[in-house]
């Protein structure tokens, strides 16, 4: 079984980076920008925004059910504005980084 990458003590008393294979002094950056396309996510939104598809493919599953349980009770309000916010700029990921890049 290998250690998962994280700071540790390195045996000498010091806290290091173990990247999985070896000690370093300083861990990887960590992105700042979500992988997921922007462009994906707005034909998504656009085309399927009714029922969520657009927030299950950015990772936000919660919004994504709800989205397609009750967002037909908004009259399409809720889809719109999801809409507008992806086009934006303004949605985040799963993991809370925004959506930027149109790729």
């Known amino acids: 079984m290998t250690t998962p990458a994280g700071w540790y003590d390195d045996g000498s008393g ?18 700042t920008v979500s992988p997921k396309s922007r462009t994906i996510a707005s034909i998504l939104s656009f ?5 969520g598809i657009d927030r299950f ?3 936000n599953v919660g919004l994504g059910v709800a989205k397609l349980l009750l967002g037909w009770l908004t009259l399409g309000i809720w889809p719109l504005v999801d809409f507008f916010v992806i086009l934006l700029g ?14």
């Open 57 to 59: 493919y950015l990772g």
């Open 90 to 103: 303004s949605a985040h990921d799963g993991n809370g980084l925004p959506v930027k890049d149109w790729q």
């Open 14 to 31: 010091r806290q290091r980076w173990w990247d999985g294979a070896r000690w370093t002094d300083v861990a990887p950056p960590r992105p």
């Open 47 to 51: 085309f399927f925004g009714v029922l």
